[in-house]
């Protein structure tokens, strides 16, 4: 058996991380010359370090802005973990929180401003040289969980991938099979979304005439993953049959298609995905024992976006370029703002926020990106659950009041089909969304004739 081993997420995930002791760094989150954004540097506990006009504490020329001091203010880490910022009698101030400070104590994922230059503190310890295809972020946790990934990925020992909605689980498990080697392809499995009535011919496939209409040969998804991996998303939603099945999957490593009499060898990697506290499940009776222990071999979890304010920084630039060109970026008032969010949907609603402030944004395409007061009181609304937050209605028309509760009738079918295009094709943000459990989506989706995995494909 493989060894195993977990990268757990912290006591209390809705912290930020300041673990006493823990390195620490000074970034610019957000400076006027964009060259300047993200630069970094390593904070020595009872060193002080002092940012002023041409100074070359964080590189050459990265502090030369005409609104600060020669000696504008001090920033020194201490040996419990907290960072210490002090005013030096600057001209035009130094502000955390928009309040001006003498001295304050800053942890990880908060900011100051001195000068125009906003500086975030994060974690500090060895980061992303260089981030792989398809993933952002150069951030010390960001690196642990990529560290995780190169060691599993080569082995065919199946992985567990924890973490909260949006943090990215899929991602990873691309990356996981980037890594394996292996030749063929990655095959999602929505387990959340596959009826319990078409579980084994989903699956495994069917031959020509094991039932009605079934005119042909149809391979399976375990057909379609043959030589690569298969993906099991939403491992946490599967139900009961589908769990069963899943176990005799990973136990026997073999199955028959629906009506054949063949057995064939599965020649896949299982990568899991959930959001759901398994152990949790387990002991409620939800979820099998025996199904965690096949899956867990190796769990890998993702911490959520703000226990990595500096990932953070360069996700809002990416997605802005992404929503409004190449080359365009986010105000200061902006990234402060951001960072001051809790996320509680993580990467996909930061993507959201940023979509939302470029479809806002009236400036000239060269001007930086800023966010309307409307969408700036929706990040500081209580972050329990992800906020809602729609464009304001024309100002001859009243905006409608919030919904509550279940809505009253199920959407036409043009509405489902373009709500799930605009949900970037999660059923399950769709289903928040809406006020719905996933399985009456499911169904309103099958009375109104529609095929979400269709969908997803574009077909």
Not at 307 to 333: C, I, K, M, W, Y
Request: aromatic content about 4%.
């Amino acid at each position: 058996m493989e060894p195993t081993t977990e990268v757990g997420f912290t006591a209390d995930a809705s912290e930020r991380p300041h673990t006493t002791g823990a390195p620490r760094a000074l970034h610019i989150a957000w400076h006027p010359d964009p060259r300047h954004t993200g630069a970094v540097v390593a904070l020595t506990p009872g060193v002080r370090l002092v940012l002023g006009r041409a100074g070359e504490a964080l590189g050459s020329g990265r502090l030369d802005d005409p609104r600060l001091s020669r000696q504008h203010c001090s920033v020194e880490a201490r040996a419990d973990g907290g960072v210490v910022v002090t005013d030096l009698g600057s001209t035009n101030g130094t502000t955390a929180a928009g309040a001006a400070l003498g001295t304050v104590t800053l942890n990880p994922g908060e900011t100051f401003v001195a000068g125009q230059i906003l500086f975030l503190v994060a974690a500090g310890g060895p980061g992303v040289q260089t981030p792989p295809p398809g993933i952002v972020g150069r951030s010390p946790e960001l690196a642990a969980v990529l560290d995780q990934v190169a060691l599993v990925a080569p082995r065919k020992t199946s992985v567990l991938l924890l973490g909260e909605s949006g943090t990215g689980k899929e991602v990873f498990a691309r990356e996981v099979h980037r890594q394996s080697g292996r030749t063929g392809t990655m095959v999602a499995v929505n387990c959340g979304g596959v009826a319990d009535g078409v579980l084994q011919s989903e699956l495994f496939g069917h031959v020509r005439g094991a039932f009605s209409g079934a005119d042909r040969v149809r391979p399976g998804l375990v057909e379609q993953a043959r030589g690569g991996t298969l993906f099991l998303d939403e491992v946490g939603d599967a139900s009961p049959a589908l769990q069963v099945t899943l176990l005799r999957l990973l136990q026997e490593g073999e199955y028959r298609p629906v009506g054949g009499d063949e057995v064939r060898q599965a020649d896949v990697r299982c990568v899991a995905a959930t959001n759901v506290d398994l152990t949790a499940a387990i002991a409620a009776g939800r979820f099998r024992q025996d199904l965690y222990t096949r899956l867990s071999r190796w769990t890998i979890a993702l911490p959520p976006l703000r226990q990595r304010p500096a990932d953070l920084v360069t996700l809002v630039t990416a997605f802005v370029e992404r929503h409004r060109g190449p080359g365009a970026r986010p105000s200061r008032r902006f990234v402060e703002a951001l960072l001051a969010h809790r996320w509680p949907g993580n990467v996909r609603e930061l993507d959201a926020v940023v979509e939302r402030a470029c479809v806002a944004a009236t400036g000239p395409a060269d001007a930086p990106v800023d966010a309307p007061d409307w969408l700036l009181a929706s990040l500081r609304a209580p972050a329990e659950a992800p906020a809602v937050v729609s464009s304001p209605a024309p100002a001859s028309t009243p905006a409608p009041a919030p919904a509550s509760g279940r809505p009253a009738k199920r959407p036409d079918a043009a509405t489902l089909k373009r709500m799930l295009a605009e949900h970037g094709g999660e059923m399950k943000a769709l289903a928040q969304t809406l006020g719905v459990g996933r399985t009456t989506l499911y169904r309103w989706f099958e009375a109104a004739g529609l095929d979400p995995e269709a969908l997803r494909a574009g077909d």
